[in-house]
């Protein structure tokens, strides 16, 4: 099991509809085992072994992640936003964040108040993220309306071996399909084996949606909502 890859796939932010950065990196992971990749309009990546062969195993584990979208700076240079995903955002009041900005991690801090700690119901919209900007000006030299932003944790090593991080759920299940199609190379598996980081599964499910509608394999395993799944299969 190739660690340090799965530790890069969790380092590397991926808010769901911004994965490019994220699949590249597993695109040349699987150009170590596959004999064909392919990619969609939706942003999808597969890799695929024995591509020429009749029956098809579609893998697929979703490589996008939670986080929200800059909507907005102020005159202050504070950022507004607006959720990507199935965000919580009271939990994030208080925390470090990442502003992604044409491949840059521009740190932040998710701005609190007690009025915001008191509120019951806390929408995306009223939080605010400071990057220590003292002027709409000064923050566009470095973030723009548009870009993703999610939590700033990175890979912690914990005791015996193991380690936590942000969007474990799903990047290990896309890094698993990548490891398993590499596997089923070495083994010399003679079915075509299509090894599929899908995206936007944190908003639209879209990713193996398409990525089964392209391939029509004879079986696949994609772990995401059945009320999604009910629609392909």
């Known amino acids: 099991m190739n660690r340090e890859f799965l ?12 994965e490019e950065h994220i699949q590249r990196k597993a695109l040349d992971f699987g150009k170590g085992f596959a004999r ?3 990619t969609d309009p939706s942003g999808n990546a597969v890799s695929v072994v024995n591509p020429e062969a009749k029956n098809k195993i579609l893998l ?25 995903g199935g965000v919580s ?7 470090p964040v990442q502003v992604c900005h044409k491949g840059e991690k521009v740190p932040g801090v998710i701005a609190t108040s ?4 008191e ?3 806390v929408k995306d919209t009223d939080l605010l993220v400071d990057i220590g900007a003292g002027s709409k000006e000064e923050a566009e030299k470095l973030v723009s309306v548009g870009d993703p932003v999610c939590a700033d944790t990175e890979v912690r090593e914990l005791m015996n071996g193991l380690f936590t991080c942000r969007a474990l759920d799903d990047k290990t299940g896309a890094f698993v399909v990548l490891e398993a199609a590499k596997l089923a190379a070495e083994k010399g598996a003679n079915m075509g084996i299509y090894a599929a980081t899908t995206v936007g599964e944190e908003t ?10 392209r391939i029509k394999p004879d079986c696949c395993i994609a772990p995401f ?5 009910r629609s392909w299969v």
């Open 89 to 95: 955002p009271k939990l994030y009041i208080g925390s």
């Open 204 to 213: 639209s499910g879209r990713g193996a949606y398409y990525a089964a509608g």
């Open 119 to 121: 509120k019951e119901k």
């Open 36 to 38: 064909a990749q392919l």
């Open 7 to 18: 530790k890069e796939l969790l380092n590397t932010p991926s808010v769901s509809g911004h």
């Open 114 to 117: 007690s009025d915001l700690l």
């Open 60 to 84: 697929c584990g979703h490589i996008d992640e939670i986080g929200f979208q800059v909507t907005y700076i102020d005159s202050s240079g504070r950022l507004r936003l607006m959720k990507d």
């Open 225 to 229: 909502w059945r009320r999604r799944l």
